[in-house]
């Protein structure tokens, strides 16, 4: 990637760059300009470049910013940097454009070129009204408006809805020399990721599947007779965060509430057995949270839900107020699936408590439809999933970039992760939403999928962990991507190790680099 930006990123130029050296009208040499978003480069888009090329000395290529495209959810498909890259590296193209505006007004103003070219499409059923507000601009200082001949019409958004391409490495190597970093800073991060403290405060599930046989139905009712045969418990819920996190090397203090239960045994020798310290508020009154999933024949056939989500009583949340208040973290994580701990009545006490200058993080997995990440309000990372940022901001149809503008201005948080399962993870990390490198999208890095169940609790470990060693956002997002993956290859919520995270960045890297 170095050696393509060495030998075509010095066409990539800002406008009033483009304007010095193409000089003013009438000039020397003649220049003509396109406009586009340029995603995937199709032989429809050559035919258009190269047309253009033969009507002018000059071609400027300018392209839509990431930020004003809104074609499907997750578009652009190529990032604005690689974009530039792709269009730089043709023959025909002399200059190439970042347009910093919603549409190429502003560009066409400034550097006035002597033809304006327009995609015969623009023409073919009449002039669109942005269209003509195009031309007008053109002919007002005494340019002209060119169409290109259209025999030849392919569509980005059909091409990628057909078969997206797989550029993550080159998004990856694209993003990272934008952001002047290198695999060896990431690497410096995640080795020094341990020590950290970090309070978890949140609600313990035991996830259980109970193995049964099918041996036969009743005859006067549609009931299944099932043998039981095992059952395997997994502590879970926000105690798997704390085990991601010790995992990671973080001195862990974890705060939750048990029922008075054999479950409750379990929890904690299974914290006790990974070195984290547990608050353990034991309510008689409910029990252990449990979801216990019932599979016969290796299909999942029922899942039984043991829980009571009413709010903690006033005495517990006494006692997780003055746990806020008196451990000793560098982070605090409240991981809610609001079975009872987080409220509207108990989240403005557990928020005020914490001590100021922690690092606040909050994760909202909710599966029902109480949660909302935007009560989190003015925390420094979130990290939601989609189905979560849509609920709790009302919106079921805007682009994805819009959904996470709106989410994090709702949320007021300085940094947000909206994780989009196998699409990969968005970051926003400024309020200026079309600000140049505001928002950033990372593909997973997942190979083979074996159990989704937890990447979004190994990205937010190791996010907040990567934030609280050095506060860069792009690094937080790699390394928790990279968590996540590690996850979704592993069979079951198993703690993700720095060493994993290790042996995965090596992979990413020779794959980024060809080796």
């Known amino acids: ?90 023959e025909m193209v002399d200059f190439v454009i970042i347009d910093e505006n919603p549409n190429p007004l502003a560009n066409i103003e400034l550097i006035q070129p002597d033809f304006f070219a327009k995609g015969y499409e623009y023409v073919a059923d009449g002039l669109p009204a942005k269209t003509h507000e195009e031309l007008s601009l053109v002919e007002a200082y005494g340019g002209e408006m060119i169409f290109t001949p259209g025999d030849v019409v392919y569509s980005s958004s059909n091409l990628i809805n057909l078969a997206p ?34 309070h978890v405060v949140g609600d313990t599930i035991v996830d259980s599947i109970t193995e049964t046989t099918v041996i036969g139905g009743q005859t006067k009712t549609p009931t299944i007779s099932v043998r039981y045969d095992s059952r395997r418990d997994y502590v879970g819920g926000a105690a798997i965060v704390a085990k991601h996190l010790r995992a990671a090397g973080a001195d862990v203090t974890f705060s939750t509430v048990l029922g008075d239960d054999a479950l409750r045994t379990l929890v904690l020798e299974d914290l006790k057995h990974a070195d984290i310290t547990v608050n353990d508020n034991t309510d008689p009154t409910r029990p252990t949270t449990n979801k216990n999933a019932i599979v016969a024949d290796g299909y999942r056939l029922l899942k039984v839900d043991t829980l009571d989500n009413r709010s903690i009583s006033g005495g517990i949340l006494e006692s997780m107020v003055r746990a806020v208040t008196a451990a000793p973290a560098d982070a605090i994580v409240f991981s809610d699936f609001r079975h009872g701990i987080f409220s509207r009545q108990t989240i403005p006490q557990l928020i005020g408590a914490i001590p100021e200058g922690t690092f606040r993080v909050a994760d909202s997995q909710v599966a029902s439809r109480w949660g909302n990440i935007t009560e989190f309000k003015d925390f420094d990372l979130i990290t939601p999933n989609e189905r979560e940022a849509r609920f709790s901001t009302g919106d079921q149809d805007s682009h994805i970039r819009s959904l996470a503008s709106n989410l994090y201005d709702q949320a007021r948080c300085k940094t947000l992760m909206l994780k989009l399962g196998e699409r990969g993870v ?47 956002a792009v690094v937080a997002t790699i390394l928790g991507s990279l968590a996540a993956a590690v996850e979704c290859e592993k069979d079951g919520n198993i703690p993700v190790t720095p060493a994993d995270l290790a042996a995965k960045m090596e992979v990413v890297e020779k794959r980024a680099t060809f080796g």
């Open 1 to 90: 990637m170095d050696d393509l930006q060495e030998r075509y990123g010095q066409k990539i130029m800002k406008p009033a760059a483009v304007r010095n050296v193409v000089g003013p009208r009438p000039r020397e040499r003649s220049v003509i300009m396109c406009h586009g978003v340029f995603d995937v480069v199709h032989p429809g888009h050559l035919r258009h470049m190269i047309y253009a090329k033969t009507k002018a000395d000059l071609l400027i290529v300018s392209l839509t910013r990431d930020a004003f495209i809104e074609k499907g959810q997750l578009r652009p498909h190529v990032p604005q940097d690689l974009r530039a890259l792709n269009l730089a590296a043709f």
């Open 165 to 198: 391409p797989s550029i993550k490495y080159d998004k990856l190597i694209t993003l990272l020399d934008s952001e002047g970093i290198g695999f060896a800073e990431v690497r410096e991060v995640l080795a020094a990721l341990g020590g950290k403290r970090v």
């Open 426 to 472: 968005l970051t926003c990390r400024d309020p200026n939403h079309y600000a140049i490198g505001d928002a950033v999208i990372i593909d997973s890095f997942a190979d083979d999928v074996l159990d989704p169940v937890g990447a979004g609790d190994a990205l937010l470990a190791y996010a907040t962990l990567s934030m609280l060693v050095r506060p860069d």
